[in-house]
């Protein structure tokens, strides 16, 4: 168990739809990141935030969108679906700091399973 | 551009040991990371390397030549629960992010 907590696990809808993926990062870690896999294909970073502002883009899509909160929880929005966005959504935290550097290891959570009907 | 190359698939025997390679261009360089991941489960880390040279970490070592651009992961004494793709990824310069190769699926039979 990594400490990162992500819900739903799974999650089916229909195309058009919106849907909020939520993660939890480990305790006391500030950055957290977003990640899709769909099949076969490798983790495409998609958005980071560290410390409730965002930090750097990915291959986000424009119909995607995040936060991070006070709490250091984080949300990805999708809206509207289409059928191309089925895939894992994997949410990663690591500590974080003020400036990047090695040594900042990503811890993952277990994932959101989206199927887009 | 940047791009990490690994092997899509590798199989080996029970008790043999594997080396999983992997090539990289990127624009900088701040650390290369070894994850494991089992079918539809979350990456797990295995290794981190910034400096040149072998990290062993009990049955998993990585190794890394930062001017050839070249990592491999060395699994010694292979076990049926090694079976999983193993990802090496690539933080750049001035940025948290990584990015992932495809991946190699590690098939280990008896």
Redesign the interface.
């Given at each position: 168990d990594s400490g990162v907590t992500q819900t739903p696990k799974h999650l089916i809808t229909a195309t058009g739809q919106r849907v909020t993926l939520r993660c939890s990062p480990r305790s006391g870690d500030l950055s957290v990141y977003w990640y899709q896999q769909s099949l076969d294909q490798g983790l495409q970073f998609l958005i980071q935030y560290y410390n409730g502002e965002e930090r750097a883009k990915g291959n986000i899509l424009e119909r995607f969108s995040a936060q991070q909160f006070p709490d250091l929880h984080s949300e990805l929005n999708l809206s509207p679906l289409e059928l191309g966005d089925s895939a894992l959504y994997f949410c990663a935290s690591s500590a974080g700091r003020e400036t990047s550097g090695p040594g900042d290891t990503q811890y993952f959570g277990p994932g959101t399973r989206l199927t887009v009907l | 551009g940047q791009n990490i190359d690994q092997p899509t698939e590798m199989t080996a025997t029970e008790g043999a040991i594997v080396q999983i390679n992997c090539t990289y261009q990127t624009s900088g360089f701040?650390?290369l990371?070894w994850?494991q991941q089992h079918a539809?489960?979350?990456?797990?880390?295995l290794s981190?390397n910034?400096l040149d040279g072998l990290e062993e970490k009990g049955r998993f070592s990585s190794f890394l030549s930062r001017s050839k651009g070249y990592s491999y992961l060395l699994l010694k004494e292979l076990q049926m629960k090694d079976s999983a793709s193993y990802?090496c990824?690539v933080?750049g310069?001035?940025?948290?992010?990584?990015?992932?190769?495809?991946?190699t699926r590690l098939q280990v039979f008896p």
């Open positions: - | 701040n650390g990371f994850y539809g489960e979350a990456p797990t880390f981190y910034v990802l990824a933080r310069d001035n940025t948290d992010k990584l990015i992932f190769g495809t991946g």
